[in-house]
């Protein structure tokens, strides 16, 4: 990753590591085996993000093979489905979602434009942190063809080309050195062959992608806490300070013990909430919620114990430490922060 982000190489992942996984059946784990996928669910795809927690891996693993995937499956033609799982399975294609327009996750509020021309529809409007968005073979773009932002009908999933006339790719490198991109799409002609599910009627398709998508970075964030937690006590173990480890001293034992129980309380909800996407995807909304608003917090403390309790040291770009804090600041934001959901759970339950 630090040759990555120091040499600002043009993908932002290493390509061979990626056909790797596909040769592995990595890529197409959510893809039903029909179209040569594992066809397996959430809980195994938690388990793959987890470990990309622990190693802060760049991939496309989430873009193309959780939530391009799963929408595909769950949504696309017979015609799509065909065209496109294979390839995503492979390793061959990749994808991302174009979904936010803000500084924010706000899936209804959007904006972007699909007005009606001829046997289709012309995309008008901008995307911002689509992840992956430079290099995909294939955008999943969300757009409003009824209705006004905020509200839930009128959205609809549309299949766009990268390189259709009217769409311009800016690649946004973020903190964590991982890449995102902002999209705007001018005029772009789409046909009704490129709409992914009903026209008007997204969300539903949507909120279930988005779910697993939340459940598979509560499960990254799980990784990189249990990881930042480990180091951090090897550390207290190996750093001495008035003759003695520092690990011997209480109040630095007391903030690892709540640590560690913090991060076991949340992988339980995050198993639960991947499990709830794989049994029922429609009830899974708030068991989803408690687990990424759970990791969230989780995350943030985990890094923020490991780089005080590192010291000095752990504000250097040569120790490793620090690159955690920077994806978890990363994780917390995509699809959806500890606030947002905090929120979906207070309206689930009718506040």
């Known amino acids: 990753m630090r040759q990555l982000r120091d040499t600002r190489d043009d993908t932002g992942f290493s390509r061979q590591l990626w056909a790797t996984f596909a040769e592995m059946g990595f890529a197409g784990l959510l893809v039903p085996e029909e179209h040569g996928g594992s066809g397996l669910g959430a809980v195994e795809a938690g388990v793959i993000m987890e470990?990309?927690?622990?190693?802060?891996?760049?991939?496309?693993f989430l873009a193309t093979a959780v939530?391009?995937?799963s929408a595909l499956a769950r949504a696309g033609s017979a015609g799509q489905k065909s065209e496109y799982l294979p390839k995503i399975a492979s390793g061959a294609l990749l994808s991302a979602l174009a979904l936010d327009e803000g500084a924010k996750h706000r899936p209804l509020h959007t904006a972007l434009?699909?007005?009606?021309?001829?046997?289709?529809?012309?995309?008008?409007?901008?995307?911002?942190?689509?992840?992956?968005?430079?290099?995909?073979?294939?955008?999943?773009?969300?757009?409003?063809?009824a209705g006004t932002p905020g509200e839930r009908d009128g959205l609809t999933l549309f299949l766009v080309d990268p390189k259709a006339k009217g769409v311009a790719i800016e690649r946004t490198i973020m903190?964590?050195?991982?890449?995102?991109?902002?999209?705007?799409?001018?005029?772009?002609?789409?046909?009704?062959?490129?709409?992914?599910g009903?026209?008007?009627?997204?969300?539903?398709?949507?909120?279930?992608?988005?779910?697993?998508?939340?459940?598979?970075v509560a499960s990254e964030m799980v990784g990189l806490s249990e990881e930042v937690f480990g180091r951090t006590v090897a550390y207290l173990k190996e750093r001495k300070q008035f003759g003695?480890?520092?690990?011997?001293?209480?109040?630095?034992?007391?903030?690892?013990?709540?640590?560690?129980?913090?991060?076991?309380?949340?992988?339980a909800a995050v198993l639960k909430a991947l499990q709830?996407?794989?049994?029922?995807?429609?009830?899974?909304?708030?068991?989803v919620a408690v687990a990424k608003a759970r990791a969230g917090t989780t995350a943030t403390l985990a890094v923020q114990e490991g780089v005080q309790m590192h010291g000095g040291m752990g504000m250097t770009d040569q120790f490793d430490i620090g690159f955690f804090m920077k994806r978890a600041r990363v994780c917390e934001e995509l699809l959806g922060d500890a606030n947002y959901h905090a929120a979906q759970l207070a309206q689930l339950r009718g506040y």
């Open 67 to 69: 939530l391009s995937a």
């Open 276 to 287: 709830a996407i794989d049994a029922d995807p429609a009830k899974a909304a708030a068991a």
């Open 198 to 216: 009903e026209v008007d009627g997204g969300a539903a398709v949507l909120s279930s992608v988005l779910d697993l998508g939340r459940g598979a």
């Open 113 to 145: 434009q699909a007005v009606r021309s001829g046997n289709g529809f012309r995309l008008s409007g901008a995307k911002a942190m689509v992840v992956d968005g430079h290099v995909a073979d294939l955008l999943l773009v969300v757009a409003r063809s």
């Open 244 to 267: 003695k480890a520092i690990g011997e001293f209480q109040a630095l034992q007391h903030r690892a013990a709540h640590l560690y129980i913090e991060i076991e309380i949340t992988r």
């Open 51 to 60: 470990e990309i927690g622990r190693t802060l891996m760049p991939s496309p």
């Open 175 to 196: 903190v964590d050195a991982h890449n995102a991109a902002r999209i705007r799409f001018d005029d772009v002609e789409v046909t009704a062959d490129h709409v992914l």
